[in-house]
């Protein structure tokens, strides 16, 4: 299996970021000026350079003011999870592509869609603006908590007849077990007591409930 981190190399990545954000040459991103002057590389990332502003004295580096900053993962990594999100991976997708654990994926693509997102210029309408319609309860606007509780609905209620049938099985077995109890139940049922009669016990047990049994 071909790992994709070996196929991009961070010293050609920082390369392109810089060709891509400076195709002029480097400049300031907190003052514009291009007088600056090289501090040497990160320590941690060493194909990552560090750069000083003559102008306004501040500190800078080439992923500096980008959604690449502030991230401790090497920039080869960064590359390819935004290509990935790109094609609409899920997260543990690209954990798995990028051989990564999945909190530490899930951290980083929260950090880039968050660095997208806040960069986005404003959108401007102009024209005819068209937009669908929405449905909000009248009665549940500024109250989210009220939504919630509906939603998560009403707690089960029990089965309705179901403490009936438990109590028919229950004095269906005890009138099976108490011959006598089943004697004095068929004489209030207008019967003669009568001798043991099984296929009179089995109907109880199957049926659940003691109905009135006749003999033709």
Same mark, same amino acid.
């Given at each position: 299996?071909?790992?994709?981190?070996?196929?991009?190399?961070?010293?050609?990545?920082?390369?392109?970021?810089?060709?891509?954000?400076?195709?002029?040459? =480097?400049? +300031?991103?907190?003052?514009? &000026?291009? #007088?600056?002057? @090289?501090?040497?590389?990160? !320590?941690?990332?060493?194909?990552?350079?560090?750069?000083?502003?003559?102008?306004?004295?501040?500190?800078?580096?080439?992923?500096?003011?980008?959604?690449?900053?502030?991230?401790?993962?090497?920039?080869?990594?960064?590359?390819?999870?935004?290509?990935?999100?790109?094609?609409?991976?899920?997260?543990?997708?690209?954990?798995?592509?990028?051989?990564?654990?999945?909190?530490?994926?899930?951290?980083?693509?929260?950090?880039?869609?968050?660095?997208?997102?806040?960069?986005?210029?404003?959108?401007?309408?102009?024209?005819? =603006?068209? +937009?669908?319609?929405?449905? &909000?309860? #009248?009665?549940? @606007?500024?109250?989210?908590? !009220?939504?919630?509780?509906?939603?998560?609905?009403?707690?089960?209620?029990?089965?309705?007849?179901?403490?009936?049938?438990?109590?028919?099985?229950?004095?269906?077995?005890?009138?099976?077990?108490?011959?006598?109890?089943?004697?004095?139940?068929?004489?209030?049922?207008?019967?003669?007591?009568?001798?043991?009669?099984?296929?009179?016990?089995?109907?109880?047990?199957?049926?659940?409930?003691?109905?009135?049994?006749?003999?033709?």
């Amino acid at each position: 299996m071909i790992n994709l981190q070996n196929l991009l190399d961070d010293a050609k990545c920082y390369e392109t970021v810089r060709q891509l954000r400076w195709p002029d040459g =480097v400049r +300031c991103p907190h003052c514009g &000026v291009a #007088a600056i002057t @090289k501090q040497g590389r990160d !320590t941690t990332q060493p194909a990552r350079q560090k750069y000083r502003c003559k102008r306004c004295q501040r500190y800078f580096d080439d992923l500096t003011g980008t959604v690449l900053a502030g991230h401790h993962q090497p920039l080869r990594v960064l590359i390819l999870c935004l290509y990935f999100m790109g094609l609409n991976l899920s997260n543990a997708q690209i954990a798995r592509e990028l051989e990564s654990n999945p909190d530490d994926v899930r951290r980083m693509t929260e950090q880039l869609r968050a660095g997208i997102v806040a960069r986005q210029p404003e959108p401007i309408l102009m024209g005819e =603006v068209e +937009c669908d319609e929405v449905y &909000v309860v #009248a009665g549940h @606007k500024g109250h989210p908590e !009220t939504v919630k509780k509906r939603a998560a609905g009403p707690a089960t209620a029990p089965e309705r007849g179901a403490g009936a049938r438990h109590a028919g099985r229950q004095k269906a077995t005890s009138l099976r077990h108490d011959p006598a109890r089943r004697s004095r139940h068929r004489a209030d049922a207008g019967q003669c007591p009568t001798s043991h009669d099984p296929s009179a016990d089995r109907a109880v047990h199957r049926a659940g409930n003691p109905g009135v049994y006749r003999r033709v």
